[in-house]
């Protein structure tokens, strides 16, 4: 049994958790966090999840991501995931999300890190992870349109490549 914290419309934790699986009450929300890894040659590393997975089974997702669980931080849950899912240990403790996406039921926070990692040193999750592979923008985007990818939006596919390496909405 997995739990979460819960949290209010401003991200107040509420003082209690949450049973993953059940149904969320009115005006309550939950934090999931996203890293992608950028190399030097403008590629994101990707993931392919397993086969048996529940959710999404066989299809390619960014490098990793995961809902934070009880007591976790955004920065502790990003860490944890990265390191559960791939292998990679990356320390988070001064690591600022690049942007946050609200959506129906919690907070997304996505994590833009710059690292050239040698995939065979990975050691991949086997309850979560088949595969990883470095891939372009335009890869990641043929994928998508193939229903090879989640069902992200383009856009965001976008966002994330252009704002791999800076902060902020201005250009500079």
């Given at each position: ?34 890293v992608c890894i950028f190399n030097s040659n403008e590629q994101m590393l990707i993931q392919q999840r397993q086969s048996f997975k529940e959710g999404w ?116």
């Amino acid at each position: 049994m997995e739990l979460w914290d819960v949290y209010d419309i401003n991200r107040e934790k509420r003082e209690r958790t949450w049973i993953r699986g059940k149904e969320l009450g009115p005006g309550d929300f939950h934090l999931i966090i996203h890293v992608c890894i950028f190399n030097s040659n403008e590629q994101m590393l990707i993931q392919q999840r397993q086969s048996f997975k529940e959710g999404w089974p066989n299809l390619w997702d960014l490098t990793a991501g995961g809902s934070a669980i009880a007591g976790d931080t955004s920065q502790a849950a990003a860490e944890r995931e990265l390191h559960e899912e791939i292998g990679l240990k990356v320390d988070f403790k001064h690591i600022r999300p690049h942007f946050t996406i609200n959506f129906e039921y919690g907070f997304d926070d996505f994590y833009l890190i710059q690292k050239d990692v040698e995939i065979h040193t990975l050691t991949l999750q086997y309850e979560e992870v088949q595969n990883v592979k470095w891939a372009s923008k335009e890869e990641i985007l043929k994928l998508i349109k193939n229903e090879e990818f989640l069902p992200y939006y383009e856009s965001l596919i976008h966002l994330l490549f252009d704002s791999r390496d800076k902060r902020g909405t201005i250009q500079g």
